[in-house]
């Protein structure tokens, strides 16, 4: 076991960690925060995503021990200061962007990743964005429509499915 | 996954010493290792990080010499724009949070047989460097996940000459975003080099047929009529060998119209 210190969601966060331990698993399983999911064993579906040092990342494919000393951000430090939700979750519920939610943690950080360095996308590029997050039911439709109202853009054009 | 010890050096030798252990293996941005050690495929005893080591990291350029660090990910190499065809190509490798990761060392090592920095570290004829040595392309591709890499070889960075116009086309495998067919052409002084991902059982390899048309005259047109044989191609559940036979002349012909 090593030990591993890292920011998480703005605090400092230390622990214990084998080799082999995923940041999603130290994450979810020591310390609880499942707001992250994993939805899949071979890094395809995006459900996992993470920023660390600013970048997305799937959290399911990348060692605890390689966090060490990063700054990571979770869907548990999305929402604003007072609890609500902050300008993109507020805009899943209000598009209905979610149905499970299961891909929802990892669309709201890609998104939020998204914004970060192109605060307008097309909807080409969200869509093309997207290409790592899997959402096994929306049809990604209002999930693309969320980000771009999130991103300020007039949405009456794209149809409601 | 197996139980493993991780070892985060920050310099070239330190991580070759790390590795002189043979149950020792390199991780790159583990967008290939991890999923694989998942599965229980392989089973280091301990992975040395390269992620920590700085000198592998960055993006040079002089005399027409593009330098990309072994370390430097998908992501910083699609942002660097000097050599427009290889950003482009690494600006399309799987998606965002892949791309923040992977990195270009671990796919020339990998060597996937779909993989897209094959196709362009042979079609551009760069010279892959390690730590002990520097190899040129047309001797490191070995074959399927095989290259001229030894025991604990470290690739710590790769050298492109920057072609006249060069180019990157790839027919997207929508699951996995491989290639289900890439091909890379690049125009230099000495000529036309065409390589080819995704098609072969062989791995990435040169279409000399269509080198040599297109040294003669470099236009799409002067492919009509040239076709590759489906003998030895991958046939799977995404397309037949047939199939990608085809796509390689229509990616080839897409590159050259596309190349700039
Ligand atoms: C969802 C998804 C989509 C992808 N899509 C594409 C795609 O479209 N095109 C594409 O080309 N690739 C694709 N990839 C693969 C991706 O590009 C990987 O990043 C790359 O193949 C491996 O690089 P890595 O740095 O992650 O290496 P790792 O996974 O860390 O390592 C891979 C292998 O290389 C060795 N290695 C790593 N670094 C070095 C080094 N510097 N010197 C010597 N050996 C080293 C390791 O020991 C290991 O055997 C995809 C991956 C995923 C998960
Ligand atoms: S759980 Fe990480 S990509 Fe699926
Ligand atoms: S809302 Fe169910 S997977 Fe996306």
């Known amino acids: 076991m090593t030990k591993v210190t890292m920011t998480i969601n703005g605090k400092s966060v230390s622990g214990e960690v084998e080799g082999r331990t995923l940041l999603s698993s130290f994450l979810r399983e020591d310390l609880h925060l499942t707001g992250t999911h994993i939805g899949c064993d071979t890094s395809q579906c995006g459900a996992c995503v993470v920023h660390v040092d600013g970048k997305p990342v799937k959290s399911c494919t990348m060692f605890a021990a390689e966090a060490d000393g990063a700054d990571v951000a979770t869907i548990e430090g999305q929402a604003n200061a007072d609890g609500s939700l902050n300008v993109i979750q507020a805009a899943f519920q209000e598009h209905h962007g979610l149905q499970c939610g299961f891909c929802t943690p990892g669309m709201v950080m890609s998104a939020a990743a998204l914004l970060k360095d192109n605060p307008k996308p097309s909807e080409?590029?969200?869509?093309?964005?997207?290409?790592?997050?899997?959402?096994?039911?929306?049809?990604?439709?209002?999930?693309?429509?969320?980000?771009?109202?999130?991103?300020?853009?007039?949405?009456?054009?794209?149809?409601?499915? | 996954m197996y139980a493993f010890d991780i070892e985060r050096p920050a310099t070239v030798a330190e991580a070759v010493a790390a590795l002189s252990n043979e149950d020792a293996q390199a991780l790159g941005g583990g967008q290939t290792l991890i999923p694989t050690l998942k599965q229980r495929l392989a089973s280091p005893e301990k992975l040395v990080s390269l992620t920590g080591v700085a000198e592998m990291k960055g993006i040079s350029s002089a005399g027409g010499i593009l330098t990309v660090g072994g370390g430097t990910t998908h992501d910083d190499v699609a942002a660097d724009g000097s050599y427009k065809a290889l950003s482009e190509l690494a600006a399309n490798i799987g998606d965002p949070a892949v791309r923040s990761r992977g990195t270009i060392g671990g796919s020339i090592a990998n060597n996937d047989p779909s993989a897209c920095y094959p196709a362009a570290a042979l079609g551009s004829g760069a010279t892959i460097v390690t730590n002990e040595r520097e190899i040129a392309a047309d001797d490191y591709f070995v074959g399927m996940f095989e290259t001229a890499l030894g025991e604990g070889e470290i690739i710590t960075a790769v050298k492109f000459p920057i072609p006249e116009k060069a180019n990157y086309q790839k027919f997207v495998q929508p699951a996995s975003r491989f290639a289900l067919v890439g091909v890379f052409v690049a125009k230099t002084a000495d000529?036309?080099?065409?390589?080819?991902?995704?098609?072969?059982?062989?791995?990435?390899?040169?279409?000399?047929?269509a080198e040599e048309a297109l040294s003669k005259d470099f236009s799409a047109g002067a492919l009509d009529g040239l076709t590759v044989s489906a003998d030895d191609l991958i046939a799977d559940l995404h397309g037949s060998a047939e199939y990608r036979a085809h796509l390689v002349s229509v990616m080839t012909k897409r590159a050259v119209a596309a190349a700039s």
Not at chain 1, 135 to 149: D, L
Not at chain 2, 194 to 208: K, L
């Open chain 1, 124 to 161: 080409a590029e969200v869509r093309e964005y997207l290409e790592g997050n899997i959402c096994r039911c929306t049809g990604y439709h209002n999930i693309v429509k969320a980000i771009m109202a999130a991103s300020g853009q007039d949405v009456s054009a794209i149809a409601a499915e």
């Open chain 2, 191 to 209: 000529g036309v080099r065409v390589a080819v991902t995704g098609a072969s059982n062989e791995g990435v390899h040169r279409w000399s047929a």
